[in-house]
């Protein structure tokens, strides 16, 4: 199994690095920096030569990350990091960090600056009669000169902040005298301060988020920049972010199940997760604020000056254990609760299903999130048992034909999309992997079982990536589906595996090192081709709010080429055999469709918006543009309106709590796929890969 021989791999690069690495630099930043420098060299696909080119694009892409917007550096500062544009190479190979030190030190010492004088600049009233604008294109702009220069840039931004909100309430001031007469007008000067005062909360509370950030985290960001320089999906992982990536893969954690914000030095309750140990006990409500965090026969903690991750940290825990925490419930009424933890799964990352009903005929409908698997334990629920248990369900209702919906689905585990993929085919190829060193594999379904050999829309847009594409692909090249959507997928085709640094460095001794993301294959189509940059071209393209922004692998930084291979040897799908029949109904309706043009139109004034970077902070002129935005806007209110003529019937999960507030999420989901044109379409297909072109007179064919 190519499943087997990945781990292989991963474990012969751990077992080579821990035996050859001789580090005796007891840094733990310098360690880090020649730990991941070996690993990249070693292990990426497509390792790349660190030299002075190099060292310029890390020190570029860094800068932008700690500071793009120009927030706090000035000239000065900037001209001073310069010296090390071309050193940054010699410092990586020698495992140095001096220029990291320096632009660390720097950015304290300017936020807290910037944090000493900014209350001062709210202090004076805006004059918004003024005529005067604010330029955010960043990358076209210098930094600030002066410190007195980078307070009128701030002064600037604030203005436009309060100008925001400034012209929030006087309409609401207008909407609330038009329904009452007598409510109290307030001055101008009046709604200003007020505005003014909103502003001033919003960067107490940035300051408060930016406080939180640590040095090890703004390290995190430069060895980033240093990982992303192969290409945009290698990364490193802090030890808090390597546990976020596993609970995103499996979709779930071991906790109380409650999502928790941090503001005001509180800690407070803002949403308790359906099925977890809270939402069974019903220990916790939204709004409630914890105060301690205590373990068993440990004292209590107080967490309000904590750092949330650190917070989240206490009062998560393994499985079965218990812990006490101390709520101040939205009443006032101050006490303890005691949480036993569980395994708490977060729904909204699983695959759910709907029947629709067209004509008196049902059809099934599958969206898929991610391809989620938990590394830790295989033989719990991942997104192919999932989606197989879905499809049985939906054939007990003697659908018609299915609707897999990949929308939005940025990729997941490579061994769950080759099994979903052979749910739909004999047995064959599914996938071509070329790794490190140029070994070829191909990975096949051995399976010959069919879960479903009925009609096939596969959906997809521009976010759908990795597996998603994996899966789009191989059922193109096989013509077992029809793919609907954008243009392209995203395109990424490469394939990445997680090197825990901890296994490399034995004894443990600089602490929990986290680990790296790293790319170690590209995947190919069995047609040869590469997903790589040119994405899945749909079968049939319908353009949405998002059709002409630039936001693919093509438009990230340091992307991998395309290429191609030898193409596997495979069998096309040959049951059904009006294919080409459905793809030209579908194009003759999508180009009738009102609502698609409408779409277009409106995908093309959102880039115009995107690439519109002065703003006016005039009061007059602000009202105007936002009166055009207005009438713009209205143009496309009919598509909110939308409604199609389908039905929908969720499927509820029989291993699932369901309670109110389940049935209010299903309902509101229920309402979305309703407005959704996308999946109107998807259904007509469905209807044209069923007729029989044989029995139906040429009339009824043409609709």
Partial sequence: MRTVRLFIFVCSII???????????????????????????????????IDDTFSQNVFRNYINEIDGQHRFFLQSDINNFKRYQKEIDDQIKSSQISFFNLTYNRLISRIKQVEGFYEELLLTPFDFSVKDSI???????????????????????FKLSTLEYYSSLKEEQISNFTQDTTYQIK?????????????????????DIISDVERKDWFSIYVNSITTEYDPHSNYFAPDDKEKFDQSISGKFEGIGARLQKKNEKVEITEIIVGGPV????????????????????????????????????????????????????????????????????????AKASIIIKNKKLYGFIELPKFYIDFKDQNSRNAASDIKREIELLKKRDIKGIILDLRNNGGGSLKTVVDITGFFIDKGPIVQVKSTGGRKDILYDEDPSIIWDGSLVIMVNEFSASASEILAAALQDYERAVILGSKQTFGKGTVQNIIDLNRIISGGTHGDLGAVKITTDKFYRINGGSTQLEGVRSDIIMKNQYSFIDMGEKDQKNPLIWDSI???????????????????????????????????????????????????????????????????????????????????????????????????????????????LYIEEAVNILEDLNINLNTRPLAQIKK
């Fill in 15 to 49: 077992l080579s690095l821990s035996f050859n690495v001789l580090i005796n630099n007891p840094d733990k930043d310098k360690l880090l920096i020649e730990v991941i420098t070996y690993v990249m060299e070693r292990g990426h696909f497509n390792p790349k030569k």
């Fill in 135 to 157: 330029n955010l294109n960043f990358e076209s702009l210098p930094y600030a000169q002066t410190l007195n220069g980078l307070k009128k840039i701030w002064r600037k931004r």
């Fill in 187 to 207: 001055s101008d000067f009046i709604l200003e301060e007020q505005a003014r005062a909103k502003t001033k909360e919003n960067i107490v509370n940035y300051f």
């Fill in 279 to 350: 939402w069974k006990a019903k220990a916790l409500e939204v709004g409630d604020i914890i105060l301690k965090v205590a373990q068993k026969k440990e004292a209590p903690v107080e967490i309000g000056s904590m750092r949330l991750g650190d917070a989240v940290k206490l009062i998560k825990g393994p499985k079965g254990t218990e812990v006490y925490l101390t709520i101040k419930r939205v009443s006032g009424l101050i006490e303890e609760v005691v949480i036993t933890r569980d395994v708490v799964e977060l729904e909204e990352s699983y």
């Fill in 566 to 676: 030898q193409p596997a040897r495979f069998s096309k799908w040959s049951n059904h055999s009006n294919y080409e029949f459905a793809l030209k109904q579908s194009s003759l309706r999508i180009e009738k469709n009102s609502n698609l043009l409408l779409i277009e139109e409106q995908a093309l004034r959102i880039k115009q918006q995107q690439e519109e970077y002065i703003y006016t902070l005039n009061y007059e002129d602000y009202l105007s543009e936002l009166d055009e935005n207005k009438k713009i806007a209205k143009k496309f209110e009919i598509l909110k309106d939308y409604k199609s003529n389908l039905f929908f019937e969720w499927i509820p999960d029989p291993k699932s709590p369901i309670d109110e507030m389940v049935k209010e999420k299903k309902s509101r989901w229920i309402e979305s796929l309703e407005k959704d």
